[in-house]
């Protein structure tokens, strides 16, 4: 079984063992397809429950293959969060159910990497490739040493929305996400 689908069934399996007016109200806001495997749980007759899981996780892997459905683990969506750290997007529960708390400890607050390639920007700044999907990112001022190629960057959120890091040996630089 591969590990998404493992991961997937592990899910479906905890949520299963929700219970009480939450439950029904959170399933009532998840997808038909999905509804459809939790309503198995509810068939008494053990030959018609199977018969009903295999219909609805036949349905769900269909329309995985046509990309109708995306499964997604924790770990996956925190590697898509950091990938994305540095830009403004919207609201989305794309990446969770709404649940602050959980959120908050899946934000991602900074980022360590280092610079692939770097090249001048406007005004006496620097644009610095990251490595492992982190981005290009553009410095704010002037810095005392010219980065390179291997340097270490780390950058984290700051105040009204910027970013604040290091890059080599210099500190307290500011940074702005450009791609």
């Known amino acids: 079984m591969k590990k998404r689908h493992f991961s997937a069934l592990v899910g479906l399996s905890a949520m299963a063992a929700m219970s009480g007016a939450n439950a029904a109200e ?3 806001d998840r997808p038909e ?31 995985e293959k046509k990309k109708d459905l995306v499964v997604v683990d924790r770990k996956e969506i925190r590697e898509t969060k950091k990938s994305l750290f540095g830009f403004s997007l919207p609201k ?26 770097v090249r001048p920007s406007k005004g006496g700044d620097w644009a610095l490739r990251l490595a492992n999907d982190a981005g290009t990112w553009e410095t704010g001022g002037a810095l005392t040493v010219p980065p390179r190629v291997g340097d270490k960057v780390k ?12 890059v080599g040996i210099s500190r307290g630089i500011r940074f702005r996400r450009v791609e």
């Not at 053990?46 to 009903?52: E, H, K, V």
């Not at 990446?95 to 934000?107: L, N, P």
Request: aromatic share 6%; glycine share 10%; net charge negative.
């Open 33 to 63: 397809l999905f509804r459809n495997l939790l309503d198995c749980r509810g068939i008494a007759d053990n030959g018609q429950r199977l018969a009903c899981y295999d219909r609805s996780v036949g349905a769900m892997e269909d329309a």
């Open 26 to 28: 959170k399933v009532r």
């Open 155 to 166: 950058i984290r959120k700051a105040s009204l929305g910027s970013y604040l890091g290091s």
């Open 92 to 117: 989305l529960s794309l990446f969770g159910d709404g649940d602050e708390k959980e959120e908050k400890a899946d934000e991602v607050q900074e980022i360590e990497s280092t610079v692939v390639s």
